[in-house]
């Protein structure tokens, strides 16, 4: 249990000092941990380093911030601890293939690296596929919905992109289906980043065929390349429409209808599949 204690502790920490310096041994110090013994748990329990999961969490507030106009582009570098705009250009391209600027006129959502939570189930972690991100806020959003549908949002053999090109690269190919989704949407629909390749959508809908239609145009650029380099990958996505129940799923439950409804669509020839099964408490 030390470790879960550890690992929150340090989850916290960041959040807490996201524009402050924080190196790896400052945030082991805030934890009563060894800078060795922190990257350990930290590739255990998230499969990241820990000073790749500080710069991620700083640029994704930073695109919270660019989005909200309320600071130029050299403050919000300024206050996320990157030395100069152009270091913080350099950083967010390699994230988002595109600079503060174009981001700030072409985007809505900005959470694409969302905070890692601890994963705790027997007194222990419980290890998975799925990135153990915080999704509270998507959790928060459904329960006042029942009755409406949601888009369950994978990336079809992401794990190959991944091995073949390389994490920076998979970074691309994410930004680029998340930017794919989100030209679709429209209104009050949410878009959140649910997993390490798996996203979320909350339509509002209550019509099956709107989901439908909306499912069928997030993935019409299917097979369409994502380029990174002198490499052209294909990006296809897998979507699974679920309805959410009337009557509020546990925030574990929750989770497991989005990956049935992606399971789902997997099995479709289209990539788009309609989770008809129920997830019971």
């Known amino acids: 249990m030390r470790n879960i204690y550890i690992l929150s502790a340090a989850l916290e920490a960041v959040e807490e000092k996201l524009c402050e310096p924080l190196s790896v041994?400052?945030?082991?110090?805030?934890?009563y941990c060894s800078a060795s013994g922190l990257q350990k748990l930290f590739?255990?329990?998230f499969h990241?380093?820990?000073?790749?999961?500080?710069?991620?969490r700083r640029l994704s507030q930073a695109s919270r911030e660019l989005l909200s106009g309320e600071k130029s582009v050299t403050e919000i570098a300024l206050d996320y601890q990157y030395g100069s705009p152009e270091v913080?250009?350099?950083?967010?391209?390699?994230?988002?293939?595109?600079t503060p600027s174009e981001f700030r006129?072409?985007?809505?959502?900005?959470e694409l690296f969302p905070r890692f939570k601890t994963q705790i189930e027997n007194g222990g972690f419980t290890m998975s596929k799925r990135k153990p991100v915080d999704i509270s806020e998507l959790y928060d959003e459904l329960k006042k919905l029942a009755n409406t549908y949601i888009l369950s949002i994978d990336i079809k053999h992401f794990a190959q992109v991944n091995?073949?090109?390389?994490?920076?690269?998979?970074?691309?190919?994410?930004?680029?289906?998340?930017?794919?989704?989100?030209?679709?949407?429209?209104?009050?629909?949410?878009?959140?980043?649910?997993?390490?390749?798996?996203?979320a959508v909350i339509t509002g809908y209550d019509s099956l065929?709107?989901?439908?239609?909306?499912?069928?145009?997030?993935?019409?650029?299917?097979g369409e390349p994502v380029r990174a380099g002198n490499s052209e990958i294909p990006l296809s996505l897998w979507v699974g429409i679920s309805r959410v129940p009337d009557g509020a799923l546990s925030y574990h439950r929750t989770l497991e209808l989005m990956a049935s409804a992606v399971e789902s669509a997997r099995q479709s020839e289209d990539c788009v599949s309609v989770f008809v099964g129920a997830v019971k408490e």
């Open 163 to 199: 091995k073949e090109h390389g994490h920076a690269t998979g970074d691309l190919v994410i930004a680029e289906a998340f930017l794919r989704i989100e030209r679709e949407l429209s209104g009050e629909m949410l878009l959140f980043r649910v997993g390490g390749d798996e996203f």
């Open 48 to 56: 990241c380093p820990v000073g790749e999961y500080i710069g991620k």
């Open 25 to 31: 041994e400052d945030l082991a110090t805030a934890v």
């Open 88 to 98: 913080f250009t350099r950083a967010f391209r390699r994230l988002w293939g595109i």
């Open 209 to 222: 065929d709107d989901a439908k239609t909306l499912a069928r145009e997030v993935t019409k650029h299917n």
């Open 43 to 45: 590739r255990y329990a």
């Open 105 to 110: 006129k072409t985007h809505r959502f900005y």
